[in-house]
């Protein structure tokens, strides 16, 4: 039988890779320099660009937090800076569900009294008839948003570090009463999320941090991503800073709860680390290629919205992710434009410490147009950079070999 190895030969191997010129990463980085707005409290920014199996780009800007400190600047901004992500969490709950879905334990076109208590369904949520985990997905369940109850937004900024649990989450938003009939209209809300996390704790036994650590974070190796423990982080980190008006004024929204955001925006991340866990999400390395295509399906009642997903276009391409807003401003999206130069689309990440930042005019909508008239001018597009040293052992042999890279 003739063998299947061959006899190697090598001392080192030294890769070469692509990066960003200097002319396009100081670009990149003017670019989120003039989206801090002038004169306002401690404004900083984080942003990751990255085209796929080419290359790869971060920046900073501004100010952020050292440790476990409220939002009073202490140190300049870097890119490997944490942050609240806000509403991108339910990207990744959305994501969850339908992994649920995959493995057997329920299915989105369950109606949500199958996995929450009758007095809950009953007595506070008091849909006009029955909601689907589809319809909690989407924003077509018809209930409330918490966010919009005056009292418990008062409540909640007057002791910032306060628990909620989900029942109250819920109560917040329902005792508004129902906006529409389930399944007739569109209306995002943030309860929606919060019945979400319920139901994946019912059906895992598990609460909803540690399913996404197990299921998301351990697998795709995002080491700088969790749902913090505490109501501070102890890294540096982003701080978060909302212009309330009255009787608030500026709320320095730093130091929060964890419990106030539970199921649609307390998961703490990178830029970095964002742009994995979506590039994995649309790789089909988490999720189906059946239950992604139900993500990215935009519901009747909604052009731009699917399952947890935003879709949007630019230019005219498509542009997909979700943004979110937790006493500041962040972004996770993938364009699939499509030139020599970025063959493959982009993703974009970023962070902003302010609440209210316009980040799809003065970041989004500018990157991808940056971007795009570089295939007009691609001369100085990228510069070589020595890479990774790959080092093969045994050697020589006839057998099996080892490599090994940094």
């Not at 989105?108 to 849909?127: A, G």
């Not at 909620?164 to 109560?171: D, G, I, R, Y």
Request: proline share 4%; glycine share 8%.
């Amino acid at each position: 039988m003739k063998s299947l190895f061959t006899t190697i030969l090598v001392s080192t191997i030294t890769l070469v890779q692509a990066q960003f010129s200097n002319e396009v990463a100081d670009s990149l980085q003017k670019i989120l320099e003039a989206a801090l707005p002038p004169g306002h409290l401690n404004p900083g920014a984080v942003m990751n660009i990255y085209v796929p199996g080419e290359y790869n780009w971060s920046g900073a800007a501004g100010y952020s937090v050292s440790g476990t400190t409220t939002g009073i600047v202490a140190k300049t901004a870097v890119n490997t800076d944490h942050f609240r992500v806000g509403s991108l969490t339910k990207l990744m709950v959305a994501t969850s569900v339908l992994l649920l879905e995959e493995t057997g334990q329920l299915s989105i076109t369950d109606d949500i009294s199958l996995y929450l208590r009758s007095s809950l369904i009953n007595d506070t949520i008091q849909s006009s008839t029955g909601v689907t985990i589809e319809q909690l997905l989407n924003h077509t369940s018809g209930i409330a948003n918490a966010a919009a109850n005056q009292t418990c937004q008062q409540d909640a900024l007057s002791d910032l570090t306060r628990f909620f649990s989900l029942e109250e989450a819920v109560n917040c938003g329902a005792s508004q009463g129902e906006e529409f009939v389930p399944g007739s209209s569109w209306s995002y809300s943030n309860t929606n999320y919060t019945l979400l996390a319920m139901i994946i704790e019912e059906v895992t036994g598990q609460e909803l941090k540690t399913y996404l650590q197990t299921n998301i974070f351990v697998p795709l190796n995002l080491q700088d991503t969790y749902v913090p423990e505490s109501n501070e982080l102890t890294e540096d980190h982003l701080g978060c800073y909302w212009q309330v008006g009255f009787p608030f004024g500026l709320v320095d929204m730093s130091i929060v709860s964890p419990s106030l955001y539970k199921g649609w925006a307390d998961v703490v991340s990178t830029t970095e680390d964002l742009t994995r866990f979506l590039e994995a999400l649309l790789g089909e390395q988490i999720i189906s290629e059946a239950s992604l295509s139900k993500m990215e399906a935009p519901n009747p009642e909604s052009s731009n919205y699917g399952l947890g997903m935003e879709l949007y276009t630019i230019n005219p391409d498509g542009y997909q992710g979700h943004s979110g807003e937790v006493g500041n401003t962040s972004g996770l999206f993938y364009s699939n434009l499509s030139t020599n130069l970025i063959p493959n689309g982009y993703y974009i990440s970023y962070n902003f410490t302010y609440q209210g930042a316009s980040s799809l005019v003065d970041v989004d909508q500018k990157v991808y147009t940056y971007l795009k008239d570089l295939e007009a001018s691609p001369a100085g597009f990228l510069e070589g950079q020595e890479g990774a040293q790959v080092d093969v052992y045994p050697n020589p042999t006839s057998g099996i070999i080892n490599i090994n890279t940094n």
